[in-house]
Structures are given as C-alpha cells and as structure tokens.
C-alpha cells in the first residue's frame, strides 16, 4: 500500500504564495504521471499540474503562469509552488501518483483558502 502525504496548504490573503508538498512511501523515479488536483465546494475535481512519465508537464490554463510544479526523486517529493493567488483557487488540493503496475493512488487532501 501506498502512501501519499500532502502538506503546506493554510489560509492566505489574495496576491500571496503557498508551497504545497506531496511526500510519497515509495520511489517516484518511475511514475507513470504523479501531480495535483483540487475540488471546490460544490464542484468537480480538476487537474491543476501533473507531470507525465517522459517528463512534460502540464498545467490547467487557470494556474499557468502563477503555480509550478517540481520534484524531488531522492525524497520522493512533488511540490506544488503557487504565487499571485487568487480567491478562486479555494479548494481542497490533491495529490495523486500513478506507477505502472503498482496503480493509482490519491492523498488526503489539504485546504487552500484564499480570502480577497
């Protein structure tokens, strides 16, 4: 069983920066993709950065620019960095990794709250 920790989310005030991290129980050298989502109250869960195996990137077209996502292999960590922040990126953020043949795993979650 795999386990993923989230960590660094709080309540900021709009234009602030938060750095989200995700710490995985196992190696993420070889991940399929390993990244971030997030869920507002009262809607669904979308993707907000995710990087995929070959090592691209990718980015919802609402955070680009302001978030950036890294990795660090030798602590088995993704980071979420997130700068210029916005009262709508409220939600709960979810960190999710995926290894070929071991699967899919999510996170707890960690609330962001931005207050304007």
């Known amino acids: 069983q795999v386990q993923l920790v989230e960590s660094g989310g709080g309540l900021v005030q709009a234009g602030g920066s938060l750095r989200l991290s995700c710490a995985a129980s196992?190696?993420?050298?070889?991940?399929?993709?390993m990244g971030w989502y997030r869920q507002a109250p009262g809607k669904q869960r979308e993707l907000v950065a995710v990087f995929r195996s070959a090592g691209s990137t990718n980015y919802a077209d609402s955070v680009r620019g302001r978030f950036t996502i890294s990795r660090d292999n030798a602590k088995n960590t993704v980071f979420l960095q997130m700068n210029s922040l916005k009262p709508e990126d409220t939600a709960v953020y979810y960190c999710n990794a995926v290894w070929i043949f071991v699967g899919a795993y999510w996170g707890p979650g960690t609330q962001v709250t931005v207050s304007s």
């Open positions: 196992r190696s993420i050298f070889d991940i399929v993709t």
